[in-house]
Every structure is written in C-alpha cells, then in structure tokens.
C-alpha cells in the first residue's frame, strides 16, 4: 500500500454482513450510511422491519471510544426508565464489538433507532429536552459505572483542546495565542473556586441528539462524549448551543432549565458554573477540529482562530452578570 490511510469509511455491504455474523437480527439487512463525521453511523433495517443504528468508533484526539462505560449506562438508564437508544446486545451478550479496518481495531455499538422526529429550536422541545437530562443525572446517582477511559474534567474538556488548537498552527499570531490562554486561565481559575456536583454526563446534550416522541418527550442517544464529570458541563452544553455562532436563543436555554427544574433542583453553584462552562465546550469543540486537520485538511478548521472574539465577549457579559 502506497498511500497509508488515515481514515476509512467502511462499505455498507460490508457492515451488514459483520452485524449478521454477529447479532440475532433477521437477514437479509438493509444497511445506509447515515453520517460520516467523528463517528461513522448507518441505518441498520433487518428482513422483518426492526430498525437499528449502527455506530462505528473513530480514533479522536480524547482516545479510545469508551464503550463499555458508554454502553453499560446505557443500558442502566433503559432500565430506569429513562428514554435513551439503548444497546442491543450481540449473540454472546456483549454490548459492543470490534472490527478490524485499514487502521486498525475500531469499536462499534448496535444501538435500538428512536422513533420521532428531530427536535425544533423552540421552547416546547427545549424543556423537554431539560426533563429527560434531570432523568438521566437521576438515574446517574444509582450507577456504578466501570472504570472509564476519561472523566470530564478540565484537563479532558479545556487543557488539552487548548494544546492541540497550539499545536495545530491555525492560530497565526503569539498575541492571538495569548489571549485563548488567558481566557482558558481564568476560566478555570473561576470554576475550580467553586465547590460543583459531579455526576456521570451525557457529555453532549445540545438538543438536537434526541428524538422527540409524539407524546412531546426527548429521548436520548449519542452518548459517546459521556462519562463522569462536572453537572455544570452536562448543563452548559445546552447553553452554549443557544448562544454560540452567533444565536441568541436566551428563551430556549430558560425552558430548558424550567424542564429540568421540573425534575430536580439545581444547585446555584452548579447553575452560575454553566455560563463559565459554555466557553470550556466552545474550547473543547475548537480542540476536536484542530486535532483533524491531518483528516479533514486545515481550510475546515480555519474558523477556530476567529472564536477568541467570541470567548472574550462571553467572559465580560458573564463576569459582570449581564447575561440575560
């Protein structure tokens, strides 16, 4: 092989075959890419209608997929009650597998596909995507997870996606790099002053990895940023999805809150950590895309150098409490 991949994109035929090997699923299978991106995701119908997700892991800069810790909550919250896409176990009672590609092992999860449809930006969907997020950190307090792969500190969610955006070259000047390092600074500096509650995450609850039931409630995949971490985080992400890029959809982040407070309380240490935490998840976000470069190409991940403008007017709006 001359030219070594970095990355492949496994053919549909190829995955049906490795799930019939596998699951007791009804063949023939009919299997559609639905997404390439930081995983690769098919629609999986079997011969007699059930449909099902396929997941395959990619290597990310954060490590291995953790999907045992993933798919063990998983199946905790199903059977809590907790409306999730739940793992579908494989003919020896595993809830993932492996398979070889050109790069080597990758991790990949059967997942049970959600019926409803995509959540809309407003309010109603909004809220409901708080409820089933206070279910989950419900749920969270009777699970004993396995050992993880990575928590959801700040050295996984800030430190680290500041260093490969440093690494990565995409910031062209020293000054530009001194002021992402003096905003990730003292934003840490104003979380780890405050005494926050720790619970296992969703890890990317920015209300669109739900789908909405027709009887108005969000249920919840797309687990794979999950683990132990900060509540304050697994709140902020919501947020930072409604302000970030430019929104300004303030209403939906209140019903948010108003869905979730429905369910539990939240703390106010926890609640004010939120507006510091929506600049560690843009960090964390501009970390993943510098650290793809080599897969994706540099021109994709141009942007990340203009979000200091951004970071820096969110500090002072949330330092002086004028957020909203």
Not at 118 to 145: E, I, K, Q
Request: aromatic fraction near 12%.
């Amino acid at each position: 092989m001359d030219f070594e991949p970095v990355y492949s994109t496994p053919r549909a035929e190829a995955v049906a075959r490795f799930l019939a090997e596998r699951y007791a699923v009804a063949t023939p299978l009919d299997c559609r890419m639905l997404n390439r991106g930081f995983n690769d995701v098919y629609l999986v119908v079997t011969a007699s209608g059930d449909r099902y997700v396929f997941r395959i892991s990619h290597l990310r800069a954060r490590g291995a997929a953790d999907v045992a810790a993933e798919t063990a909550f998983l199946a905790h919250l199903d059977r809590m009650g907790v409306p999730v896409a739940a793992p579908i176990a494989t003919r020896e009672g595993a809830l993932f597998v492996r398979g070889l590609s050109p790069e080597g092992l990758r991790e990949g999860v059967l997942f049970r596909a959600l019926d409803g449809r995509a959540p809309d930006p407003g309010c109603a969907d909004a809220r409901a995507n708080g409820v089933t997020l206070a279910m989950v950190h419900d749920a969270a307090s009777s699970f004993s997870p396995p050992s993880s792969r990575y928590t959801l500190d700040l050295d996984h969610l800030l430190r680290r996606p500041l260093a490969r955006l440093e690494k990565s070259g995409l910031i062209e000047s020293a000054a530009t790099s001194a002021e992402f390092e003096g905003v990730a600074s003292r934003t840490a500096q104003a979380i780890e002053s405050l005494d926050l509650t720790w619970t296992y995450c969703h890890g990317d609850c920015h209300g669109f990895n739900a789908r909405m039931t027709d009887a108005g409630a969000a249920a919840f995949f797309d687990f794979d940023d999950g683990g132990p971490g900060y509540l304050a985080y697994d709140l902020a992400v919501f947020l930072w999805a409604k302000v970030s890029f430019g929104r300004k959809q303030h209403a939906s982040w209140r019903a948010f809150l108003e869905g979730y407070q429905s369910v539990r309380t939240i703390a106010p240490n926890d609640l004010e950590a939120a507006h510091a935490f929506v600049i560690v998840r843009h960090i964390w976000l501009i970390g993943e895309y510098s650290s793809r470069t080599e897969e994706w190409g540099r021109e994709p991940a141009r942007w990340v150098g203009r979000e200091i403008e951004f970071l820096k007017a969110w500090q002072a709006e949330t330092m002086t409490g004028r957020l909203f």
